[in-house]
């Protein structure tokens, strides 16, 4: 198939398929491509970690409180003697796991009311983009905060004290900021709906359901990329606040929030406790911020680099 | 003018009934009933629960529920906080000037920061000012601000014991001494949510400037022979801060969220911390009404924002 594509004779520059295109923009980008490789090495860490390390986050050791770093205590010890790396790299998973899943729930909310919106010509989209705006305008972390409030002890009866709490942030989250995702969703479409490529495929007779998934969202798709990589930063912080205001995970579940939340009272004699965890938030975040960036760069085609 | 401001007043309406709407939603929509207390006391028979019931309306329709709510709101009855043993509209407007002081003084921060730097970042494109100012914006929004709230206890309170990390209300001082303190106290809430705000205006403003510096009139003013400043204060500020307004009214949620979380650091008592507290005490109807308030106050930034917008670009409130 890309064989029978010409390129333009004339064409100075060796053309190359999109994937290597776009990867050979994202190189140009430095603090990208080090970001990357430092999201990498901290999703490794988080997810490879226990095997390696085999503390366990429980073992409470009254003779080593509050021990800044040592060879047994690589990251230093909490208030009971808790070996902070340990609970750091447990922590990790759910920060991580919380922000990939609310992205995705946002994503696909996002995508599929800004679609809907872009494709109907009536009163639906205008709809649709009313509730989109009032979204935007609501407050954010105190509806997170009330609906939490609300809905936390009923989901810990029906999916026990991490499991609920767990999908609530997650839907709450991901609920809650999916509006920029639907408008760029809903941007796209509108201009891409008239573009000739899916004006032929009307005329070969593709039905909407067709021009829509093959022709129209994969070319929608690098605005999305681009905003959900930044959502999983969001989600993320999101997460760590509500945890570092002790409404989030249940207080024996050590988040990278949590932990803060539990080190703040103690920062004149163990500013490592909330060192870091605070450190570990803002280099995932920023690292996955710069990513982001660096996508912006790799995926927008207009843009001439 | 008036016309437009009339139009955007009542544009807001919709959304103000909108967001009270979905919170009304979102607390019938909840599991647990108010009377669930009485059903459980062997005290009280059955019938005068249902009787309750019936009086406090919690068996009508739910949009008849709906509107005696409204109702209730509109008229000023915001409930009882069990917490505080006080009506919640007086716990409110106690809290609400220091909230409303910090905020409002972490924006002018933000903005005296923001607007010279991305201005003269845009100026000179791609140069080194422009990129060390882009890269410490990003590691500006990247970081958390209950993060830059433990860094900055850290080093000003507990290393260097410059600054109080505790607001108090009652400060035992009068005059300059009590001004003094005062100023002192917010130093590092307004440095934490300023700088945080500062980082993501920064980039609106450079990116706002250098759309509008490349444009054909900004040209013509230098061919005219009027000088640099001359020419970015009077014409390109002016069409450069009208994407910027939008953005900025866009980040307000945001910044109600980094207030909630600075004033909990710093035990600032603002409607922030007594969320918080209400939501970890259960008193429902505080929770309920600090909630709705951010949301008026959110509604009531984005109506200035519009206002703003219509007194920089006429043409709008012309429309």
């Known amino acids: 198939m890309a064989g029978l594509t010409l390129a333009s004779p004339s064409a100075e520059r060796r053309t190359y398929s999109p994937w290597r295109e776009s990867w050979r923009r994202y190189r140009r980008h430095k603090l990208a491509v080090v970001s ?160 000739e490529f899916v004006e032929a495929a009307r005329a070969l007779g593709a039905s909407r359901a067709r021009q829509v998934v093959r022709h129209i969202l994969p070319n929608a798709l690098g605005p999305v990329i681009i905003a959900g990589t930044i959502d999983v930063a969001a989600a993320i912080i999101a997460e760590s606040t509500l945890s570092f205001l002790g409404l989030g995970f249940p207080p024996d579940t050590p988040t990278w929030g949590r932990l803060l939340y539990d080190a703040k009272d103690y920062l004149d004699i163990a500013a490592h406790w909330a060192l870091f965890p605070g450190a570990a938030i803002f280099v995932a975040v920023v690292a996955i911020n710069f990513i982001g960036d660096g996508l912006r760069d790799a995926l927008d085609a207009r843009r001439v680099i | 003018m008036s016309q437009y401001i009339l139009r955007r007043l009542l544009i807001a309406i919709p959304s103000l009934l909108g967001i009270s709407l979905v919170l009304f939603v979102v607390l019938s929509l909840a599991p647990g009933d108010p009377f669930s207390e009485l059903a459980t006391n062997p005290n009280v028979p059955p019938e005068v629960r249902l009787a309750l019931r019936a009086k406090f309306g919690l068996d009508d329709p739910i949009y008849l529920r709906y509107l005696h709510w409204l109702v209730a709101m509109a008229q000023g009855d915001w409930g009882f906080s069990f917490a505080s043993r006080m009506n919640v509209d007086t716990l409110i407007l106690q ?16 903005l ?140 307000i949620p945001a910044v109600f969220g980094g207030a909630i979380v600075t004033e909990q650091i710093f035990r600032i008592p603002g409607i922030g911390s007594l969320l918080i507290s209400s939501i970890l005490a259960n008193d429902t109807p505080v929770v309920m009404a600090v909630t709705f308030v951010f949301a008026c106050l959110v509604v009531l930034f984005n109506l200035i924002a519009d206002l703003l917008y219509g007194w920089l670009d006429p043409r709008i409130s012309l429309r």
């Open chain 2, 95 to 110: 809290r609400l000037p220091t909230t409303l002081y910090v905020i409002g003084s972490s924006q002018l921060l933000a």
């Open chain 1, 36 to 195: 990357a490789v430092l999201l990498l090495v901290l999703v490794v860490a988080v997810v490879f970690g226990p095997l390696l390390w085999r503390v366990s986050i429980n073992d409470i050791d009254f003779n080593a409180r509050l021990e800044g770093p040592s060879l047994a205590h690589p990251f230093g010890t909490d208030d009971l003697g808790q070996d902070i790396l340990a609970r750091m790299i447990y922590g990790g998973r759910i920060s991580l796991a919380v922000g990939l899943a609310a992205m995705m729930v946002s994503v696909i909310v996002g995508t599929l009311i800004g679609a809907l919106a872009g494709m109907s010509r009536g009163a639906l989209g205008h709809a649709l983009m009313w509730l989109t705006d009032l979204f935007l305008s609501l407050p954010q972390l105190p509806l997170l905060l009330l609906l939490i409030y609300l809905f936390r002890d009923g989901l810990k009866a029906v999916f026990g004290p991490e499991g609920g709490i767990f999908i609530l942030i997650v839907v709450v989250i991901g609920g809650l900021r999916w509006m920029p995702v639907a408008r760029l969703v809903r941007a796209q479409f509108l201009s891409l709906r008239e573009k």
């Open chain 2, 112 to 251: 005296l920061i923001a607007i010279p730097v991305g201005v003269y970042a845009a100026t000179r494109p791609y140069s080194v000012f422009d990129q060390v100012a882009n890269t410490l914006a990003f590691i500006g929004f990247s970081l958390p601000t209950f993060f830059t709230g433990i860094l900055f206890i850290l080093i000003f309170s507990v290393k260097l014991d410059w600054l109080p990390f505790v607001y108090t209300t009652d400060i035992k001082a009068t005059g300059t001494a009590w001004l003094g303190e005062q100023i002192r106290q917010a130093i590092m809430p307004v440095m934490v949510l300023g700088l945080f705000q500062a980082a993501s205006m920064t980039r609106f403003v450079r990116s706002a400037v250098l759309d509008v510096i490349r444009l054909d009139y900004v040209t013509t003013a230098r061919s005219k022979g009027l000088g640099q400043a001359r020419v970015i204060v009077r014409h390109v500020m002016r069409n450069a801060m009208i994407p910027v307004v939008t953005l900025i009214a866009l980040q």
